[in-house]
């Protein structure tokens, strides 16, 4: 079936086209528009831009932090990690001449801590320094406050809570910092001690408490020598702190991580020359007898005569170092070295010495002595009245005159200046009036003006003894000179430093200076035997059985040291023995006893014989066996 046809469309005519006018070309067709896609090069390039700078600044950065600002951020990293903890170092000892220990030091611990660790960052506890304030105060003694304030110091990584705390302690706190773990462990709480330290230390312990405390001095709550040859040789003492770094958690050392240490070098011994048992007996004489004459203090010197070493240097009353906050005021220090005092008799033994150097007089010499003389408007008396005395040089030594001493004096010069400058040269010889080379913390050289200084009253007085002033060491070295035949040694204290190699070095050698003659030395050894031996002389009660005793007594007014003022007197006693072969000085004296006798050969003669004894003894010194001398007291 043919499908119907579409009938033929009618043209409509338009307007008529103006005549003339050309017929406009039909507009060609369109095409159709078709839809593109970008270049996709810029874009990849702008990407790969994108990752090479960020690439670039991930690079920088890593070089930042692994090569410019690498040790910054590692001190950073280490902050928590690691700590650093002084390793003290171990405090030499002090000994005496035959290696016993007078100071030695005892296994401590400083108990420190680390505020970093107490902070809340640190703990996740709001007050973690109260809480271990409050846990450590009653076991180190410490108020709580302070330990708050300390571990609450935002300035610093390191504080020190207690010193020198004994084993016992840190195994308290030990105990503790366990018990706080295992409760962190187990999720039930914080360990609020884990900033908590030790540092193994030592502490300084005399064994033989108040033994030498004058000569050895103590050591301070902070670890230094606080007095006498603890603090003259601390540096020598303390040697030198290390240091240890380690790596910590949790307050406790990471054994598999390495550690950095500076050991420490310990400090070097120190051996005196004391003699631990001869310095016991000067010890207890000294002390019993401040005590039996009610007497404010006093003091005892043994020397060897031939070399000046001293053997003992004991001073009444001590205190005791392990415990220095129950000394008094008074018993610390040295006072036989710091003590100036007037020696009165015991200084004629000088006068003596120049009289016979001089040759003006010899042991015999006539000396006619009245009860009272007259000088420079003052009368001059001897310690008892008595009718005119015909003495001999020998027997105004031996009855202790002090009007014959002036007297024999007078001779050294034509005019009282020249006597004056005579006398002063061997006072200044015997050294008076200078240091005596020990070269202790606190020593006085004593007082001796220059001779055109002297008073018209001092002119007459110091030929016997006051208006010139000595330590003990002084007055014990005079007569260590005329022992050792008029050479004088310096005294010496230190016999060397033994390092911690156990090399001993030894100190330097003293000085020696010759004084007087031998001659003179040996008659005035006579002399002073006749004021033991003699039954007219002072000294009686220093005599030892068996030995031949050279000694003087001394008995001067003494200036109370708080008022300035001539108030009580000092009894004093100096000697050595065996007399004909010297081998040991011995010297007391007791500053204002008040209980009994007040003279020196009463109070300080038998504590010269104790003492004397001991030292014989200890050094094994047998009696000569010769006889004395016995030089006339009289004619």
């Not at 005519?13 to 369109?30: K, Y």
């Not at 024999?408 to 200044?428: F, H, M």
Request: glycine share 10%.
């Amino acid at each position: 079936m043919t499908p119907p046809q579409e009938p033929p469309r009618r043209r409509v005519p338009g307007p008529p086209r103006p005549r003339g006018e050309a017929r406009r070309p039909a507009r060609p067709a369109r095409p159709p528009q078709q839809i593109r896609l970008a270049a996709h090069r810029p874009r990849l390039r702008l990407v790969s831009l994108g990752f090479t700078l960020v690439l670039i600044a991930f690079v920088v950065r890593l070089l930042q932090v692994q090569a410019v600002d690498a040790s910054a951020y590692a001190a950073k990293g280490d902050v928590n990690r690691y700590v650093t903890h002084t390793l003290a170092a171990e405090r030499g000892s002090i000994t005496d001449r035959t290696g016993v220990a007078l100071a030695t030091t005892v296994d401590a611990y400083d108990i420190t801590a680390d505020p970093l660790l107490f902070t809340r960052k640190q703990t996740k506890v709001r007050d973690a320094p109260e809480q271990a304030a409050a846990l450590l105060a009653p076991i180190l003694g410490r108020d709580q406050q302070e330990l708050a304030e300390k571990l609450s110091r935002p300035d610093t990584r390191y504080v020190v809570l207690a010193r020198r705390q004994s084993p016992q302690i840190w195994n308290q706190i030990s105990d503790l910092k366990r018990a706080f773990e295992d409760k962190a462990a187990d999720g039930k709480g914080h360990n609020v001690l884990a900033g908590v330290f030790q540092e193994p230390h030592s502490k300084r312990v005399y064994p033989n408490k108040d033994l030498a405390a004058g000569v050895l001095g103590f050591v301070n709550a902070e670890g230094h020598g606080g007095g006498g040859l603890e603090g003259k040789f601390d540096r020598k003492l303390a040697g030198t702190d290390g240091k240890i770094t380690y790596a910590q958690s949790g307050g406790r050392q990471v054994p598999t991580v390495g550690t950095q240490e500076q050991p420490a070098v310990p400090g070097s011994d120190i051996e005196l020359t004391l003699d631990r048992d001869i310095q016991w007996a000067a010890q207890k004489a000294i002390s019993e007898q401040v005590r039996a004459s009610a007497a404010d203090r006093g003091y005892v010197i043994v020397q060897d005569t031939r070399t000046g070493e001293i053997l003992a240097m004991a001073n009444a009353p001590g205190f005791d170092p392990n415990d220095i906050s129950a000394a008094g005021r008074s018993a610390l220090g040295n006072a036989a070295l710091e003590d100036a005092y007037e020696p009165g008799s015991t200084s004629k033994v000088m006068s003596m010495a120049a009289v016979l150097e001089e040759g003006v007089a010899t042991a015999g010499t006539h000396v006619i002595v009245p009860n009272r003389l007259h000088r420079a408007d003052r009368l001059f008396a001897d310690d008892i009245d008595h009718a005119t005395w015909q003495l001999t040089l020998n027997g105004v030594l031996a009855k202790s005159s002090n009007i014959g001493t002036i007297l024999a004096v007078e001779q050294l010069g034509r005019t009282r200046q020249e006597t004056n400058r005579v006398l002063n040269s061997y006072l200044r010889k015997f050294g008076v009036g200078r240091p005596t080379g020990l070269g202790f913390p606190g020593e006085t050289p004593g007082i001796l003006a220059r001779p055109e200084e002297w008073s018209a009253s001092q002119q007459y007085t110091i030929p016997f003894g006051q208006g010139l002033s000595v330590n003990a060491l002084q007055a014990a070295s005079v007569y260590s000179t005329i022992a050792n035949g008029g050479e004088r040694i310096a005294p010496t204290l230190v016999r060397g430093a033994r390092g911690p190699d156990g090399h001993l070095t030894p100190a330097a050698a003293p000085g020696r200076n010759r004084v007087i003659s031998e001659d003179t030395a040996k008659t005035l050894t006579h002399m002073l035997e006749s004021v033991v031996d003699d039954e007219e002389g002072t000294g009686t009660k220093a005599r030892i059985p068996g030995y031949r005793v050279a000694g003087k007594t001394g008995t001067s007014n003494r200036v109370d040291p708080d008022t300035g003022r001539y108030h009580g007197y000092t009894a004093s006693f100096a000697g050595f023995a065996p007399a004909d072969k010297p081998r040991v000085t011995v010297y007391c004296a007791v500053q204002n006893p008040t209980s009994g006798s007040y003279y020196g050969g009463q109070v300080c003669g038998p504590v010269f014989k104790q003492v004397m004894e001991f030292a014989l003894k200890t050094l094994q010194v047998a009696p000569t066996g010769a006889k004395p001398a016995r030089l006339p007291v009289t004619f």
